[in-house]
């Protein structure tokens, strides 16, 4: 498969593959599930959600404790970790593609990205906020490391692998109609639910 950015083909190669092997296992749900429960507390109603880069479905299994009834789709390039993501939700509802490549032909109650848009090529950034946009009907979730201005920083000895933004005061700028609900951060030493020092964001299409 031919990737347009060097990120993409990253993460749909071995690299991706390996990363399956770091985040996954019984803690890791735990911590996911009080992520949520906190940063989802203000919402109503969600009965369908879609996960932009799910990878093999930590944060899906989350909601769907939460959420037991809630119908969840995903997001996936890397195919090793779309074929794991099988055994979470329906093969009919996991679209194994780059974010680049997906088109939204559907809304959903939640759009969610967590951890993903750190590793997009900046130059791209804006079509996945306008997907991330039209993919939602009311709620929009962005979880990534947070700074006010952008920055690139080393990513596991990989350069050009990992930045840092102001994603969701980009993404409300764009999209106006975007407006902010709630927002947190979630620290890599708390002492039971550790995060990996991430800010998110919950926005409303108004």
Not at 66 to 94: C, F, G, M, R
Not at 95 to 101: A, F, M, R, T, V
Not at 118 to 138: C, F, G, M, W
Not at 197 to 205: A, G, P, R, S
Request: hydrophobic residues 45%.
């Amino acid at each position: 498969m031919t990737f347009k950015t060097e990120q993409e083909a990253f993460w749909a190669g071995n690299f991706g593959t390996e990363y399956i092997k770091r985040n996954q296992g019984g803690d890791l749900l735990a911590s996911n599930l009080n992520f949520f429960i906190k940063a989802l507390r203000v919402t109503k109603n969600i009965k369908n959600a879609i996960e932009f880069g799910a990878n093999i479905g930590m944060n899906l299994q989350a909601l769907r404790l939460l959420y037991p009834s809630t119908n969840l789709h995903a997001i996936e390039i890397n195919v090793d970790a779309a074929h794991e993501l099988e055994q979470v939700i329906p093969i009919d509802n996991i679209y194994q593609s780059s974010i680049l490549d997906w088109i939204p032909i559907r809304t959903w109650d939640l759009a969610l990205i967590k951890g993903v848009l750190i590793h997009i090529n900046p130059d791209e950034l804006n079509q996945v906020y306008d997907k991330l946009v039209a993919a939602t009907s009311r709620y929009l979730m962005v979880a990534e490391y947070y700074n006010p201005v952008p920055v690139a920083i080393p990513y596991r000895g990989h350069a050009d692998r990992l930045f840092k933004r102001d994603f969701a005061g980009e993404i409300m700028e764009r999209h106006p109609e975007m407006k902010l609900l709630d927002y947190g951060f979630a620290y890599r030493l708390d002492p039971d639910f550790p995060q990996d020092d991430i800010t998110w964001f919950l926005m409303e299409k108004r």
